[in-house]
């Protein structure tokens, strides 16, 4: 089996199937607000505002759910869990409402993470309001994702090893067959992505971003 690397990445249409707005739970609108039982609304920890992060890749069944869980799990270890939302999308068509890759999900089940819920699903334009950061895996994902959301003005956008010491690509294990490299890869970058988010450096830098403007 083999996919082709660039298979359509074109926005999808919003509806209640795709889109992060309305599927999951995973992508509720900024406005929305979070109560307790008692209708007060819900103390923060440790940040001053929630954030919302999407990690994409090319299918959405091998490292964006990955980094998806990773991350959840590690902001629920740090407390962080009602302030730290996640959910993860692809920038192709190929594989949607597939589950995550058995490779992949053995080894989040080898950790304690669980993802046997997750479907496959594509990113929409929509999705660059809802989140306050789209993350990639690969420079390729991010040229896919900013013609979905037709830019990236905000400066939303990039890899999630961009955040770490050594920043590049994190390589598709669907072709190298190497997930532990891709888990110890998405693992560094999630660690290096919290610790900005607890430092409350909220803003991707400038040399950060112009790296991705260029499409390769």
Request: charged share 25%.
């Amino acid at each position: 089996k083999k996919r082709a690397r660039h298979a359509s990445s074109q926005a999808s249409a919003c509806s209640t199937q795709t889109c992060s707005l309305c599927f999951g739970g995973q992508g509720l609108p900024k406005t929305a607000k979070h109560e307790n039982g008692l209708g007060a609304p819900k103390r923060k920890t440790k940040m001053e505002k929630q954030i919302r992060i999407l990690f994409v890749c090319h299918g959405n069944i091998c490292r964006s759910p990955m980094a998806e869980f990773i991350l959840r799990e590690k902001a629920k270890e740090l407390g962080l869990e009602d302030t730290v939302i996640v959910a993860s999308a692809a920038t192709s068509e190929e594989e949607l409402g597939n589950p995550v890759d058995p490779r992949a999900a053995a080894i989040l089940h080898a950790h304690g993470i669980d993802c046997a819920e997750k479907r496959a699903r594509q990113m929409c334009k929509c999705d660059y309001d809802a989140y306050d950061y789209l993350i990639g895996m690969d420079r390729m994902n991010v040229a896919n994702m900013r013609r979905i959301a037709g830019g990236d003005p905000c400066g939303k956008m990039c890899r999630l090893l961009d955040f770490a010491a050594n920043p590049r690509d994190i390589a598709d294990p669907w072709y190298t067959g190497d997930f532990n490299a891709a888990f110890a890869d998405i693992c560094e970058g999630c660690t290096a992505l919290l610790k900005r988010l607890k430092a409350q450096r909220l803003v991707i830098p400038a040399t950060v971003r112009v790296c991705h403007v260029q499409t390769r």
